[in-house]
Each structure stands twice: as C-alpha cells, then as structure tokens.
C-alpha cells in the first residue's frame, strides 16, 4: 500500500535537480511545448523517473511564471494513486478534482504545478486540480516519465472523445520523450561503462598496483568528466589522498562513510552546502568538505566506494568543476567503477604477491646452488688428499692382506665421492644462468662413439650390448664438454639400469631441422608418478628394483640443464617393467656441410 507513503513530506536527503544535464532538459521543454500546443493546453510539463524512485521534474512550458518546480522531486506513490483512480484514455488518464479524496486533493496541491483558477461547480470546465497525465513505460511496463497537460486553452475539460484524440494525436511525441530520456541516459551510462571496462582491461595487463593506478587515473577523469581523481585504499594508502589535500580527519570521516556507502551500495555526492548520500557526513563534516571544495576550486566531489564482494577496501574521490551537474544516472554506473576497481585491484595485487614470491623462491635457489657449489668445493681437496694417500699406502711394500682390502674399499669410496663432487659441481655450473654456452659446431656422432668407448667396459661387466644406428654428418651447435657429459650419463643409465643380458638401442637422427637422439632399454621402467619427478635434482625412484642400483640422483637433472642450455627438450617414454626410452632434440646447425 502506497496510502501513506505519498503523504508523508520528501525526506532531505532528496537530491534535487539530479537527473540530466541541460541539454536534455531544453529538448524535452521543446517536446513539451509541441505537446501542448497541439493538444490546446497552456502547461505541459515532464517528470523524469530517477534511480533513486524519486520523480524530476525536468521541463516545463507555458504557464504565467516559466517553471516554478523545475529540478524539484516527487514521490512515485502521489502519481500512482492518481494513475488508479482516474479514467483512462490510451497513454493519458484524466482525474478531475471533485473525485479526488480531500487527502488526495491536499497532497495533489504540493506536486508540479497547479493553476490559480476561479472556483467553479460547473462540471463543464477545467478545475485547478484536475490531472490529466500520461504514463510513459519502457517496454517492460517499467514508469520512465510521466506528462502533464494543465489548463486547456478554452477552459473546458475536453470531453471523452477529445481525451482520446489527445491521445491519439499525442503518441508520436511522448514515444519522443522515451527516446530523449534513453538518451540521455545512456551517454552518461555509456562513458562510465567505458571507463569500467578499461579498468578491466588494465587489470589483464598484469600490473602491480601502483602501475595500474597509474595507468587508469587519466581514464578515471577522462571517464568522469572530472578535473582529478584520487584512489584511497583503506590498508594501503598511497598517500595520495593527503597529497590531494583532504586533511586526516576528513580522510578518516570518508573512510567510514564509504564503509557504509558500499554496504548501502550508495554514492556520495559531495556539493558546497550538502552533502548527499550520507547523513553522518552531511551532518558533522559538510563545512570542512565545502571549504574543501572552495581550497581545490570545485563544484562537486564524488566519492566512490571500492570493494569486492562484501569487503569494501577504499575510495574513489572525484573532483568535478560541476560545469554539468552530477546525476543519480551516473551514480548507477559509479557504483559498478568502484566495483570493477576493487576486483582489478585486488588481482593486481595478488599479481604483486606472484611477484614476490618467484624472486623469494628465486633467492632460494640462488642460496641453494651457492651453498651445493660451496660444499662441493670444499669436498673436492679432502677427496684428492684421501685418493692420493690411499695410493700411496697401496704401493708400499708388505701392505697386510687385510690391510689390502680396507685401502680397495677406501679407493672405491673416494671414486665414488669423487664422483659425486663433480657432479655436484658441473650442476652449480650449468646450472647458473650466468654461466656462458659454448657455441661450436659439434659432430654429435663422433661424441657418441667416445661416449661408448667409455661405457663399454661396464656393457661388457653386465653383459649388456649397445647397438647404435648414426646418420652421417649429425652437427649442433653447443658445449662440446656439456653434450658428452648429456650423451654419457643418458647411456651409462640405460646400462646401469638394464637387466643382465640386456641391450641398448642408440639412434641419432637428423630430422629436417632438427637432431634426434634415443635411447632405449628394456630394464625396470619409471612408473607414471616417478616420470614427472625424474629430471629434478637428487630424485632417485622408490622403485625397489631401480634402488638396486648406486646413484646420486643428479644424472638425469645434469641432462635437463645441458639439453635446456642448448634450447632443446628431452622426453622419456617409460612404463615400470616395460623399458624406458629417452629421447633429446636439439636444434641442428644450420649448414652442416660446411662446419
Ligand atoms: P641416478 O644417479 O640415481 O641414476 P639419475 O638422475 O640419472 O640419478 O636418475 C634418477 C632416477 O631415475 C634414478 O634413480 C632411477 O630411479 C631413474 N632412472 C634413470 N634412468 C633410468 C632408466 N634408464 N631406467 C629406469 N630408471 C631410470
């Protein structure tokens, strides 16, 4: 029930005047003069629908005085009752006065314009407060203006038939109201919504967040017509709004009432002698926010609020020279800016954090290859010293049986540490991005056949063949010291992890641009859980059959390195129990003829 409703005085925070700008205003007063001279009326007037459900009136024609309501607001609930309680006539609906209720009467009195007639009991001629209004609707039956026609020029109420022709004659006119209305509407919509979605657009460029607000304060008053535009994070400040000049007691103030404006998704309207949107703030901060104004030469300040979800995290302050007065229309679109804002900034900041966390982890690994190298070093010479002692002790003449044994066990260790050390080094090296890639043409097939001399004593132990099929003139570019040691951990595997009697397959192909090599053999497999760990550093299978086997878990890791170095990739085809073949392409040099 709207009954009480419509009776009870416009509250104060009613923002007068707030729906469009002048240009419109002049068009539909045109629109409004064409109505009623064609109609034979000597008012015709407009109130537009704004967001806030308040009626404005935004034209007017005719009448003794110009427009005596211009910018004033109406309540939606007035209009309806009279909408029900009068007669129809297409578009229009005709209430005369002696039907209206005293009350309707007396609150009929305050809303738009009402002409100082005689009394009169003749039913035949026009009272003051008869109402003959159109209803204008969108096509979705939504109320989006209503027309007012007041005094025919003859002073006679137009019968039945003359409403209708009204009417009639009228419709092409008001379906131009509903055009100019959109209009204006939608530019203001329109620029916002720009504005929003090149928010939006920044936000994907990955920005931290002081780039991206940098990026989008031109926008921000370009798209608010302003002449500034500060972002206020609540834990974030950048201190911009001091440098805008707001004191800390204001700044704190409009911090606490965009908490409230993005709970009430309101936006605050900031003008020399009101403030709107906020009753706290009108009450207690409107002086400070009006010298404000008067200190940065302003009309208006817009202040937006930031938020994401049901957090608010800051403020939007608009400063606007007030040149066109702000409306409840681009209130609308603001509060969807603040919105938008909020979730760029909140993904910028989460980018800040990717940020920071990859040069944390690359710090790590920085410390990481350090402290590998360090410790490497520092085993290197101990090694030596034990390697060479052992040798010593080994030579002297009438060394114990026993005695012999232990010093066996001691060389093999230190080969073993020895080993290790090394490979421990060469990952510190080629591991370090800064370290140089030697770029020779290397023949890749008389590397591999010195890789199998190498590996072929240890074959022949585990009674392992290797069989290989090379195409001629196989040549890349690279380290020729880094692609051995790829070749041989990748054969010395296949043979450390073949069963006994075994074989190995070694291709090395030319294909187009490229140089592919495999390496197949049919031991224990990598299972599909162990296959995603395999090139990483010290990984070693929990596989018991591969286990079996001595390793440091750091061959297959040397290989990724040298093969990433050399801008190729190395992929490994492996079931457990079913073999595994290793495959590494790399580019091949360009003209292998001539190297
Ligand atoms: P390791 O010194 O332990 O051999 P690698 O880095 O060369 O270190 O290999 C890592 C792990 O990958 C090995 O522990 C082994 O479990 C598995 N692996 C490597 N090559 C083979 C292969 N040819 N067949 C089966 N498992 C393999």
């Known amino acids: ?48 629908l704004r967001p806030d459900g308040f009626l404005e009136a ?21 209009a309806r009752r009279v909408l029900r309680e009068g007669t129809a006539y297409g578009k229009f609906v005709f209430l005369r006065e002696e039907d209206m209720a005293p009350d309707l009467q007396e609150a009929v009195r305050g809303y738009g314009y009402v002409p100082e007639l005689p009394k009169t009991d003749d039913p035949w001629r026009w009272r003051s407060l008869d109402m003959l209004m159109a209803h204008l609707t969108d096509s979705t039956g939504r109320t989006r203006a209503l027309f007012h026609l007041d005094e025919p020029v003859d002073g006679i109420r137009p019968s039945p038939e003359g409403l209708a022709q009204i009417a009639d004659d009228l419709e092409l006119l008001l379906q131009a109201v509903i055009t100019a209305v959109d209009r204006e509407e939608l530019t203001r919509y329109a ?158 900041r989460a980018h800040e954090r990717e940020h920071q966390l990859i040069s944390e982890l690359q710090q790590l690994d920085d410390y990481r290859r350090q402290l590998i190298a360090t410790v490497a070093h520092e ?123 075994g074989v190995v397959d070694l291709t090395l192909r030319r294909e187009v641009d490229q140089v592919v090599f495999r390496c197949s053999d049919h031991g224990p497999g990598v299972s599909r859980r162990d296959r995603s760990h395999l090139f990483d550093e010290f990984f070693r299978s929990l596989d018991p059959v591969a286990r079996q086997r001595l390793g440091t878990g750091l061959g297959l890791a040397i290989v990724a390195r040298i093969v990433g170095r050399h801008e190729g990739r190395v992929d490994v085809d492996s079931e457990l129990g079913g073999g595994s073949t290793f495959t590494v392409t790399l580019p091949a040099a360009k003209k292998s003829r001539e190297v």
């Open 58 to 78: 935004v034209a007017f024609s005719g009448g003794p005085e110009g427009d005596p309501t211009a910018g004033g607001s109406f309540s939606l609930a007035l």
């Open 191 to 348: 620029r916002l919504d720009d504005t929003a979605r090149e928010i939006v657009r920044a936000a994907s460029g990955r920005l931290g967040q002081s780039e991206f607000l940098e990026v989008v304060n031109p926008r921000l008053v370009a798209g608010f017509r302003a002449s500034g535009a500060v972002v206020h994070l609540y834990d974030d400040s950048t201190g911009e709004a001091e440098a805008a000049g707001l004191g800390v007691d204001l700044i704190s103030a409009l911090e606490a009432a965009t908490r409230r404006a993005w709970g009430s998704r309101t936006v605050i309207v900031v003008e020399p002698d009101h403030v709107w949107g906020d009753e706290e703030l009108h009450r207690h901060h409107r002086v400070a926010l009006g010298g404000y104004l008067g200190d940065v030469s302003a009309k208006e300040l817009i202040v937006v609020p930031i938020g994401a979800g049901h957090e608010a995290m800051g403020m939007l302050v608009i400063v606007r020279d007030g040149r066109d007065r702000w409306t409840e229309n681009e209130s609308l679109s603001a509060l969807g800016v603040g919105h938008d804002l909020g979730r760029a900034l909140l993904s910028t």
């Open 379 to 501: 085993l290197k010479s101990p090694i030596g010293v034990i390697a060479g002692h052992v040798e010593l002790l080994d030579q002297l003449p009438g060394v114990p049986a026993s005695a012999s044994a232990s010093l066996q066990a001691l060389t093999l260790s230190a080969t073993r540490l020895d080993t290790v050390v090394r490979d421990l080094l060469l990952v510190g090296r080629i591991g370090n991005p800064e370290t140089p890639v030697g770029r020779v043409p290397v023949h890749l097939g008389d590397v591999l056949a010195t890789v199998i001399g190498d590996e072929a004593a240890r074959a022949a132990e585990h009674k392992v063949t290797i069989r290989s099929e090379v195409d001629d003139d196989v040549v890349v570019h690279g380290d020729p010291e880094e692609l051995r040691q790829m070749l041989a951990n990748l054969l010395s595997n296949a043979v450390k992890y073949s069963h006994r009697h």
């Open 1 to 48: 029930m709207d009954g009480d409703q419509w009776l009870t005085p416009l509250p104060q925070h009613v923002r007068n005047s707030s729906w469009g700008g002048p240009e419109a205003g002049a068009e539909l007063g045109r629109i409004c003069f064409d109505a009623r001279r064609r109609a034979g009326f000597k008012v015709a007037s407009l109130d537009v």
